[in-house]
T-cell receptor, first 114, second 116 residues
Framework: ELKVEQNPLFLSMQEGKNYTIYCNYSTTSDRLYWYRQDPGKSLESLFVLLSNGAVKQEGRLMASLDTKARLSTLHITAAVHDLSATYFCAVDDITQGGSEKLVFGKGTKLTVNP | DTGVSQDPRHKITKRGQNVTFRCDPISEHNRLYWYRQTLGQGPEFLTYFQNEAQLEKSRLLSDRFSAERPKGSFSTLEIQRTEQGDSAMYLC??????????????FGPGTRLTVT
C-alpha cells in the first residue's frame, strides 16, 4: 500500500527566510504533484513532476523529484505572508489497476509571520 | 469558467437523512474522481469513473455510499442514512486519460457536509 509522508506538518517562518518541505513515499511512482489549499477552499495545483530529476519553479516556490530516493522537496525562497496556506504532496498510485488515484500526504500548514 | 463545478457547496443535514452531491467535470475529461477530506487531513480517494464505468471503489466507501456517472458526463454521490462521521469536505476531480499518458487531476471547489 502506497504511503505518503510529509514533514514538517506545521511550519512557522518569518518573512524573508528560506525553508524546505519534504515528501517521502513508499512505493515506486514517477508522478508527483504539489497542491496548495487555503482554509475552507479546494486544492490549487502548483506543480506536476513526471520524471526523475524534474525541477519546476514558480515565483518563490521550487519543487523537485528524486524517484530513486522516493523523495520530493518544495523549497520556499524569501517567504512572504501570501504563501501562508497548507501544502499537500500527492503521488499517483499506479499499482492498483491503472486507476492513477492520488494518495496524499497529511499536508504542511505553513504560516509566514511578518 | 470551464473548471470542475460542484453543487451544493455546503450542506447541513440531520443524522439519518440522505444527501446527494453533484459534480460537473471539465467537458472533455473522461475520468472523474471523488475524494473525501476531513479536518486536518489530506484528501482520501473514494471512487473513480472512466466515462460511465465505475472502475474502483475504496474500502472507505461503505454500503451507504453510491456514486453514478450515467452518461459519462456529470456524476452524483449519494450518502444514505448519514452519520456524524460523514461530516467532511467531498471533493471531485477530473482528468483526461489517453493511452498510457498521465494527466493532471483538476479539483472542484468541494461540497462541505455537516451532519448534526
Amino acid at each position: 500500500e502506497l504511503k505518503v509522508e510529509q514533514n514538517p506538518l506545521f511550519l512557522s517562518m518569518q518573512e524573508g527566510k528560506n525553508y524546505t518541505i519534504y515528501c517521502n513515499y513508499s512505493t515506486t511512482s514517477d508522478r508527483l504533484y504539489w497542491y496548495r489549499q487555503d482554509p475552507g477552499k479546494s486544492l490549487e495545483s502548483l506543480f506536476v513532476l513526471l520524471s526523475n530529476g524534474a525541477v519546476k519553479q514558480e515565483g518563490r516556490l521550487m519543487a523537485s523529484l528524486d524517484t530513486k530516493a522516493r523523495l520530493s522537496t518544495l523549497h520556499i525562497t524569501a517567504a512572504v505572508h501570501d504563501l501562508s496556506a497548507t501544502y499537500f504532496c500527492a503521488v499517483d498510485d499506479i499499482t492498483q489497476g491503472g486507476s492513477e488515484k492520488l494518495v496524499f500526504g497529511k499536508g504542511t500548514k505553513l504560516t509566514v509571520n511578518p | 469558467d470551464t473548471g470542475v463545478s460542484q453543487d451544493p457547496r455546503h450542506k447541513i443535514t440531520k443524522r439519518g437523512q440522505n444527501v446527494t452531491f453533484r459534480c460537473d467535470p471539465i467537458s472533455e475529461h473522461n475520468r472523474l474522481y471523488w475524494y473525501r477530506q476531513t479536518l486536518g487531513q489530506g484528501p482520501e480517494f473514494l471512487t473513480y469513473f472512466q466515462n460511465e464505468a465505475q472502475l474502483e471503489k475504496s474500502r472507505l466507501l461503505s454500503d451507504r455510499f453510491s456514486a453514478e456517472r450515467p452518461k459519462g458526463s456529470f456524476s452524483t454521490l449519494e450518502i444514505q442514512r448519514t452519520e456524524q462521521g460523514d461530516s467532511a469536505m467531498y471533493l471531485c476531480a477530473s482528468s483526461l486519460k489517453r493511452g498510457t499518458g498521465s494527466y493532471e487531476q483538476y479539483f472542484g471547489p468541494g461540497t462541505r457536509l455537516t451532519v448534526t
